[in-house]
């Protein structure tokens, strides 16, 4: 059974910066990718970064290019997600996901292609 454990977010003020956190584990010795998804209220869930298992290899959504970094770490099969530069619409809950590869470089946008899924994490920007 795949864990994905989610911490961080929070309050913060426009132009400020959060960093999540999203650990992926399981008995085996697996190699994942890993994304993030966002939800607003009264919206659908929407892509905003992922990352394969190759850290060279990611991806971004149009509203957090430039603002927002994916990382991650292979020996803790851990992802990142460093925010900077808040905006008030990026207040949303925030989701990770993990999926296992056989790709090292390939990524995943779509939601239906995660299998597992953390329970989200709230982030609040105050304008």
């Known amino acids: 059974q795949v864990q994905v454990v989610q911490s961080g977010g929070g309050l913060v003020q426009a132009g400020g910066s959060l960093r999540l956190s999203c650990a992926a584990s399981?008995?085996?010795?697996?190699?994942?990718?890993m994304g993030w998804f966002r939800q607003a209220p009264g919206k659908d869930r929407e892509f905003v970064a992922a990352i394969g298992w190759s850290a060279d290899s990611t991806t971004y959504a149009d509203s957090s290019k430039g603002r927002f970094t994916i990382s991650r770490d292979n020996g803790k099969n851990t992802a990142y997600l460093q925010m900077n530069s808040l905006k008030p619409e990026d207040t949303a809950v925030y989701y990770c996901?993990?999926?296992?590869?056989?790709?090292?470089?390939?990524?995943?946008?779509?939601?239906?292609?995660?299998?597992?899924w953390g329970r989200g994490t709230q982030v609040t920007v105050s304008s």
């Open positions: 996901a993990a999926r296992p590869t056989v790709v090292p470089t390939r990524v995943y946008l779509k939601m239906h292609e995660y299998d597992h």
């Open positions: 399981s008995g085996a010795d697996s190699t994942y990718a």
